[in-house]
């Protein structure tokens, strides 16, 4: 079986070991479909078996996307790339929020990657700061509660990376901010 870090979690998640769902890939003929077709196949098939049931349905087709090698990770059905921070922190929602705007207002190296108008939009499910990078891609910065205690995480997304390679600096530039903007707060 080919190495990739999200088939035990899958396993875990979905009570099904992984040659089983490669059982199951092949029943629907999944090599011949789109991303798309097989998330919906994998949904049909877990809807009212698990929790999180969009989630773990991107997780099983992704998972097995990268297992026959349609994919690598970090890469997205459009062949671009994305790559993602996240912690928790002490905060609430909107005052993780607040803080990561003032931050991101002065830090050097956000100010280097963003370019263009910056929408802040919310929900209590969670608030999300958006732009567009310099190179064409995505920025999300999104602040959602953590489940039990009123807290909440800061995620941070970038989408839309041309290669590889530009994901791998994205992710250790995304590090470095986060670590910087958790040692601010």
């Known amino acids: 079986m080919a190495e990739n870090s999200r088939i035990k979690p899958v396993e875990r998640a979905t009570n099904r070991t992984w040659d089983e769902w490669l059982k199951f890939m092949d029943d629907i003929d999944a090599k011949s479909l789109d991303h798309h077709a097989i998330a919906v196949k994998v949904f049909e098939e877990l809807d009212g078996k698990i929790d999180n049931l969009g989630w773990w349905t991107q997780a099983v087709t992704v998972a097995y996307e990268q297992y026959i090698g349609?994919?690598?990770?970090?890469?997205?059905p459009d062949g671009t790339f994305q790559t993602q921070q996240s912690k928790a922190t002490k905060l609430?929602?909107?005052?993780?929020?607040?803080?990561?705007?003032?931050?991101?207002?002065?830090?050097?190296?956000?100010?280097?990657?963003?370019?263009?108008?910056?929408?802040?939009?919310?929900?209590?499910?969670?608030?999300?700061?958006?732009?567009?990078?310099?190179?064409?891609?995505?920025?999300?910065?999104?602040?959602?509660?953590?489940?039990?205690?009123?807290?909440?995480?800061?995620?941070?997304?970038?989408?839309?990376?041309?290669?590889?390679?530009?994901?791998?600096?994205?992710?250790?530039?995304?590090?470095?901010i986060m670590k910087r903007f958790l040692a601010a707060i």
Do not use: C, H
């Open 92 to 176: 609430s929602m909107k005052e993780l929020m607040d803080r990561w705007v003032a931050f991101a207002e002065k830090d050097r190296d956000v100010q280097g990657i963003v370019e263009g108008d910056l929408k802040v939009s919310g929900t209590e499910n969670r608030i999300t700061w958006r732009t567009k990078a310099k190179d064409g891609s995505a920025v999300t910065i999104t602040s959602e509660p953590n489940k039990k205690n009123g807290t909440a995480s800061l995620v941070m997304l970038q989408m839309g990376l041309a290669t590889y390679e530009l994901n791998v600096e994205a992710k250790e530039r995304w590090a470095a």
């Open 70 to 76: 349609r994919r690598i990770p970090g890469q997205r």
